[in-house]
């Protein structure tokens, strides 16, 4: 998502790349053992706290620790996690990953796996590697491919793993983390010498670079900022995306690579897998945006559930309007340790 531009004005910031017009229709109407014995008392004296779920305004929320987390961890977020990750699988090409890890990586680590899909696909992709995930909540599913692990944890504690990584990823944790440059120190503390990082994740932007009719101050511009103060005021970060290349440059990485990838809301572009994209990206906002907004609107602004669910209706028929043209920017980032640091 990204500061609006002018319909049809090209913008000369860097970071307001945009999909270009020329893509356009017309508009028409329990831990295991082999990951670190450091693991197991501590995840096993979380499990009652963890399943102790939290239920506010109808939505289930993880009751590890309260705050940390504001969206929900129930099926219906569930499903919408599963789908953005095909819109970001999509939108890198179909690849699960850009960072060169080579074919046959030993350890990896997902950082805020949630339903634990895009680990699943690693451990199908690379059936010699450990595949460990963490999340604030034990939502993933028990049957999965033999090399893949979940545990419970909260990535802004001290890491105790027994061993490095050789690839960590971590992806879409908007709103979800508060000290970034500590996970980018632990993340490197954490990576064999010579191994990999990734990080994918968005800012709270939209925008219109091809003549649409989005326009800075409207309805669903007002909700993204909202969303962003709202999770600014529980010291959350709402938009790492367009930092996250300086927060890995400064933890000590190399070779440091970056991509902007514009994902379009809606179907609205010509090109055939963009319109892909964005019908599943337009899907996941209209499916679930009373679980984005209810906690935050509720708990930072005082608003009502019922104002809250009339908001969401007003934006679902804006969501809908092709006339927009809305795009929002997803960043990657992927750098390596230094193969000469211990």
């Known amino acids: 998502m990204c500061p609006t531009n002018p319909a049809g004005e090209p913008s000369n910031n860097p970071l307001q790349v945009g999909i270009e017009p020329e893509t356009l229709d017309p508009v028409s109407d329990e831990t295991d053992s082999s990951f670190g014995d450091d693991l197991e008392s501590y995840t096993t004296s979380l499990k009652s706290s963890v399943l102790n779920y939290r239920y506010v305004h109808g939505r289930r929320y993880h009751g590890f620790k309260e705050e940390t987390y504001l969206f929900p961890n129930d099926d219906e977020e569930k499903d919408r996690i599963d789908m953005y990750h095909h819109v970001m699988t999509l939108r890198c090409d179909g690849e699960l990953h850009l960072a060169p890890i080579g074919p046959n990586p030993q350890r990896i680590l997902d950082i805020g796996t949630g339903t634990g899909i895009w680990a699943i696909d690693m451990g199908d992709k690379y059936p010699s590697a450990e595949i460990l995930g963490n999340d604030l909540s034990p939502i993933q599913p028990s049957l999965v491919p ?32 508060r000290d970034w440059p500590k996970l980018m120190n632990q993340a490197f503390k954490f990576t064999k010498p010579g191994g990999w990082v990734e990080f994918q994740d968005f800012d709270c932007e939209f925008y219109t670079s091809s003549n649409g009719e989005f326009e800075k101050g409207n309805s669903i511009d007002d909700w993204a900022h909202k969303i962003r103060d709202g999770a600014a005021k529980f010291g959350l970060e709402p938009e790492p995306g367009p930092k996250l290349e300086q927060w890995v440059k400064d933890a000590g990485f190399i070779n440091v690579e970056s991509r902007l990838l514009p994902i379009p809301t809606g179907t609205w572009p010509k090109d055939k897998r963009l319109k892909e994209i964005g019908a599943f990206d337009l899907i996941q906002y209209l499916d679930n945006l009373d679980g984005i907004s209810l906690r935050i609107f509720t708990a930072a602004f005082g608003w009502s559930p019922e104002e809250v669910k009339v908001l969401c209706a007003k934006l679902r028929k804006d969501f809908r309007n092709p006339k927009q043209r809305m795009q929002h920017n997803f960043y990657v980032v992927w750098a390596q340790k230094p193969t000469d640091t211990e």
Request: some cysteine; charged content about 30%; glycine content about 4%.
């Open 146 to 177: 033999p090399n893949v692990k979940f545990e419970v944890d909260d990535v802004e504690n001290e890491w105790v793993y027994s061993s490095k990584f050789d690839y960590i990823h971590c992806r879409a944790m908007a709103c979800g983390l």
